[in-house]
């Protein structure tokens, strides 16, 4: 059992929450609840995308020796958990930081 792959996935998200407080966006900009409704939609959407493809065949879980080995269902293992968490997070600080962006940018 190894930690990489998901340690490595948490200092991602630690990476976008530092973007987030630097630039007051989502989670530290006030809207915490809103954020976290968005997040949890969102994972929620590609946990089930996840479950319909691993039902029907066409997803099926990789072994490597960076993941842990633990699984929420069969073939999902706990990394896709945070993986999806991180893909929402992160997609929503890029939209909320090219919006902030275009918004100065249009000021002018």
């Known amino acids: ?10 200092g991602a998200i630690l990476g976008t929450a530092l973007l987030d407080w630097r630039h007051k966006l989502a989670l530290c ?3 915490p609840g809103r954020t976290l409704i968005i997040i949890g939609v969102g994972v ?3 946990l089930l995308w996840d479950v ?7 997803f099926f879980r990789g072994s490597g020796p960076w993941m842990t080995g633990l699984l929420l269902g069969p073939e999902l293992p706990l ?7 991180l893909l929402c997070y992160a997609t929503l600080i890029a939209y909320l930081l090219a919006a902030a ?5 249009n000021q002018r």
């Open 1 to 10: 059992m190894s930690l990489v792959y998901l340690l490595a996935l948490l």
């Open 29 to 31: 900009g006030g809207a």
């Open 44 to 46: 929620g959407f590609f």
């Open 52 to 58: 319909v493809g691993i039902a029907e065949g066409v």
């Open 79 to 85: 990394e896709e958990l945070f993986f999806l968490i």
């Open 101 to 105: 962006a275009l918004g100065r940018r």
